[in-house]
C-alpha cells in the first residue's frame, strides 16, 4: 500500500505562484511514476503532469507547460508542483496519484485525498 498526502493548496491572484507537496509512505516510492491530476468543479479530472521513477522524465499537458514543473525527491519521498503565472481556470482541486505513468486515471493505483487551488482574477 501507499499512502499520499497533498499540502501547499490555497488562495492566490491571478499571475502568482503556489508549491504543492505530496508526501507518500509505504511501497518504495522510486519505483512509481508520480502524477498530479486537477478536478475543477463540474468537470472531469484531468492529467496535469507526471514523473517518471527511473530517470525522472517529465510530461505536462500543454495548457501548463512553460509554467509548472513537476519534480521528486527521492530521499524525502514527495513529489512537488512548481506552479508559475497562475491563471483562475486553474482553480481545482488538486492531486496526487502514484502508478506505472501515462496520463490516463486508470494508470495510477494509489490517489491521495486532495488540496484545494483558487486563482482569482
Known amino acids: 500500500q501507499v499512502q499520499l498526502v497533498e499540502s501547499g493548496g490555497g488562495f492566490v491572484q491571478a499571475g502568482g505562484s503556489l508549491r504543492l507537496s505530496c508526501a507518500a509512505s509505504g511501497r518504495i516510492f522510486s519505483s512509481f511514476a508520480m502524477a498530479w491530476f486537477r478536478q475543477a468543479p463540474g468537470k472531469e479530472r484531468e492529467f496535469v503532469a507526471v514523473?517518471?521513477?527511473?530517470?525522472?522524465?517529465?510530461y505536462y499537458t500543454d495548457s501548463v507547460k512553460g509554467r509548472f514543473t513537476i519534480s521528486r525527491d527521492n530521499a524525502k519521498n514527495t513529489v512537488y508542483l512548481q506552479m508559475n503565472s497562475l491563471k483562475p481556470e486553474d482553480t481545482a482541486v488538486y492531486y496526487c496519484?502514484?502508478?506505472?505513468?501515462?496520463?490516463?486515471?486508470?494508470?495510477?493505483?494509489?490517489w491521495g485525498q486532495g488540496t484545494q487551488v483558487t486563482v482569482s482574477s
Open positions: 514523473i517518471r521513477g527511473t530517470g525522472g522524465s517529465t
Open positions: 496519484a502514484a502508478g506505472w505513468g501515462s496520463t490516463t486515471l486508470s494508470a495510477y493505483d494509489y
